[in-house]
């Protein structure tokens, strides 16, 4: 086969995909190379060879439905760690501040607060009971 | 709905939109990488994580070009990852197509047999020039939708295809290979 021809077949692949338009020198050059046409025929046959390969897919829902399962649990966990991290970090705020009055001699007001934190934590629960209700509304 | 529509409601967080989406987008990303992975386990598994990462990724998606071009565009890279991470392709060959030739015994294992070759056929080519064949032979992309897909010039669409047949054609014949 000559090189000529292998030039041609790739112009042939991108004319049989629709890439490129039939022009009249390729007209032309298959009326007269037995090579090149026999070529664009193999090239129709595999493509209704390959067409076996194109069958109906019938849809898994629960595919896609896992999927967002997958998302949802994923985004929870990072929640969580956002939630952990808040967590830590005040905690060592309010550790660290407990520790530099301490330090600086005000332990015994610090003792003092702790007693009144003790008392009047119970109140706080009004509150909480209040805005929960208000939240779900009723 | 048109896709628009179900797009700007995926959009702004309605997850019944973009399920339908994904549901009519199925087939073509499980077709897609059945034919490129060419086991059904391992189609499930990439399938669902390309879903999952459509999920997350929605509000990034700018509709420049069609949802499904989106999706194969995140299987194709997934693909690409999970073969480089693993060094290998999973190319099992196992059952693609359901065989329904009924009574016929003769007709169903010439139908085997053509479809055993065909498959050893696809898997002969290398996954990257496998691709760009998929792309075009099966959905019709255009040399710069496809080279937008898989993040390579037109020029190497166009050679990755064109390998690819001549590749299928000499294994097909039963010729060696020109690698």
Redesign the interface.
Same mark, same amino acid.
């Given at each position: 086969m000559s090189k000529c021809c292998e030039e041609y077949e790739d112009i042939l692949i991108d004319i049989y995909y629709g890439e490129t338009e039939m022009s009249t020198e390729i007209k032309n050059h298959l009326e007269n190379c037995s090579n090149c046409r026999e070529f664009l025929n193999e090239m129709e046959g595999l493509g209704d060879q390959l067409a076996i390969f194109d069958t109906d897919i019938p849809i898994d829902c629960s595919l896609v439905e896992s999927a967002f399962t997958s998302v949802d649990q994923k985004e929870e966990k990072k929640r969580n760690i956002i939630d952990l991290l808040i967590f830590m970090s005040t905690a060592i705020g309010i550790f660290f501040v407990i520790f530099v009055l301490a330090y600086k001699g005000y332990g015994k007001y610090l003792l003092y607060g702790q007693i009144s934190v003790f008392f009047l934590a119970p109140f706080s629960l009004i509150a909480f009971l209040k805005g929960r209700r208000l939240k779900e509304g009723m | 709905m048109l896709e628009a529509e179900l797009l700007g409601l995926a959009k702004s967080g309605d997850?019944s939109a973009l *399920?339908n989406l +994904? $549901?009519a987008n199925?087939?073509v990303v499980?077709?897609y990488l +059945?034919?490129l992975t060419m086991n059904e386990d391992f189609t !499930?598994d990439l =399938?669902? $994580?390309t879903? =999952?990462r459509? #999920? /997350?990724n929605i509000k990034k998606f700018k509709g420049e070009s069609k949802f499904s071009t989106w999706l194969i565009s995140i299987a194709s890279n997934l693909f690409k990852d999970v073969v480089k991470k693993k060094g290998q392709n999973h190319e099992d060959i196992d059952e #693609? /197509?359901?065989l329904d030739a009924g009574k016929d015994v003769e007709k169903a294992v010439l =139908?085997r047999e !053509? +479809?055993m070759s @065909?498959k050893k056929a696809l898997a002969s080519i290398p996954t990257e020039m496998r691709q760009a064949f998929i792309l *075009? %032979?099966?959905y019709?992309y255009?040399?710069e939708e496809i080279a937008g897909i898989l993040h390579c010039p037109i020029g190497t669409v !166009?050679s990755r #295809? %064109?390998y690819s #047949? *001549?590749k @299928? *054609?000499s294994v +097909?014949d039963g010729g060696i290979s020109n690698e």
């Amino acid at each position: 086969m000559s090189k000529c021809c292998e030039e041609y077949e790739d112009i042939l692949i991108d004319i049989y995909y629709g890439e490129t338009e039939m022009s009249t020198e390729i007209k032309n050059h298959l009326e007269n190379c037995s090579n090149c046409r026999e070529f664009l025929n193999e090239m129709e046959g595999l493509g209704d060879q390959l067409a076996i390969f194109d069958t109906d897919i019938p849809i898994d829902c629960s595919l896609v439905e896992s999927a967002f399962t997958s998302v949802d649990q994923k985004e929870e966990k990072k929640r969580n760690i956002i939630d952990l991290l808040i967590f830590m970090s005040t905690a060592i705020g309010i550790f660290f501040v407990i520790f530099v009055l301490a330090y600086k001699g005000y332990g015994k007001y610090l003792l003092y607060g702790q007693i009144s934190v003790f008392f009047l934590a119970p109140f706080s629960l009004i509150a909480f009971l209040k805005g929960r209700r208000l939240k779900e509304g009723m | 709905m048109l896709e628009a529509e179900l797009l700007g409601l995926a959009k702004s967080g309605d997850k019944s939109a973009l *399920k339908n989406l +994904l $549901e009519a987008n199925y087939n073509v990303v499980y077709g897609y990488l +059945l034919k490129l992975t060419m086991n059904e386990d391992f189609t !499930r598994d990439l =399938t669902q $994580e390309t879903m =999952t990462r459509a #999920i /997350v990724n929605i509000k990034k998606f700018k509709g420049e070009s069609k949802f499904s071009t989106w999706l194969i565009s995140i299987a194709s890279n997934l693909f690409k990852d999970v073969v480089k991470k693993k060094g290998q392709n999973h190319e099992d060959i196992d059952e #693609i /197509v359901n065989l329904d030739a009924g009574k016929d015994v003769e007709k169903a294992v010439l =139908t085997r047999e !053509r +479809l055993m070759s @065909l498959k050893k056929a696809l898997a002969s080519i290398p996954t990257e020039m496998r691709q760009a064949f998929i792309l *075009k %032979h099966y959905y019709n992309y255009s040399y710069e939708e496809i080279a937008g897909i898989l993040h390579c010039p037109i020029g190497t669409v !166009r050679s990755r #295809i %064109h390998y690819s #047949i *001549k590749k @299928l *054609k000499s294994v +097909l014949d039963g010729g060696i290979s020109n690698e």
